[in-house]
């Protein structure tokens, strides 16, 4: 159900959902025997995709030009990461054959690959901490 006045709310209960599994970094990726092999995503992977990710500026098409001008977006084309196992997540073709993808499933996969790269810049900035000399080891 989406209830929408000025924007949307999308429900996010855990009553509501099953198999919730977590998103963990390739170390922390569990071995999986293969017949309980599926495609478990780590969260590099997620960070990756969105790294790699095409972008493109764009209309969409409309018979009435001046109304739908106001519909210039900044984004991805669906075909162009349909078939990657994160792509696959959340972009879907509909009945009639058009591509679709589910907006909280792609804001899920930006909100992994934000934390991923935060956890990047964290280590890096404890890493310059480590070896950048003190006040008083200057003076040495």
């Given at each position: 159900?989406?209830?929408?006045t000025n924007g949307?709310?999308?429900?996010?209960?855990?009553?509501?959902?099953?198999?919730?599994?977590?998103?963990?970094?390739?170390?922390?990726?569990?071995?999986?025997?293969?017949?309980?092999?599926?495609?478990?995503?780590?969260?590099?992977?997620?960070?990756?995709?969105?790294?790699?990710?095409?972008?493109?500026?764009?209309?969409?098409?409309?018979?009435d030009d001046e109304?739908?001008?106001?519909?210039?977006?900044?984004?991805?084309?669906?075909?162009?990461?349909?078939?990657?196992?994160?792509?696959?997540?959340?972009?879907?073709?509909?009945?009639?054959?058009?591509?679709?993808?589910?907006?909280?499933?792609?804001?899920?996969?930006?909100?992994?690959?934000?934390?991923?790269?935060?956890?990047?810049?964290?280590?890096?900035?404890?890493?310059?901490?480590?070896?950048?000399?003190?006040?008083?080891?200057?003076?040495?």
């Amino acid at each position: 159900t989406i209830y929408a006045t000025n924007g949307s709310i999308n429900t996010s209960d855990i009553s509501l959902k099953e198999n919730i599994n977590p998103i963990v970094s390739k170390a922390e990726t569990p071995i999986l025997l293969p017949d309980e092999a599926k495609a478990v995503l780590s969260a590099e992977d997620y960070y990756e995709f969105v790294k790699t990710l095409p972008m493109y500026t764009y209309d969409y098409k409309s018979k009435d030009d001046e109304e739908n001008r106001a519909l210039h977006n900044v984004g991805f084309i669906a075909q162009d990461v349909a078939e990657t196992p994160v792509g696959n997540e959340f972009i879907f073709k509909g009945e009639d054959g058009v591509y679709q993808y589910n907006m909280q499933g792609y804001v899920g996969v930006l909100a992994v690959a934000l934390q991923n790269a935060i956890k990047e810049i964290e280590a890096l900035k404890e890493e310059i901490k480590a070896n950048t000399p003190t006040d008083t080891e200057e003076k040495k």
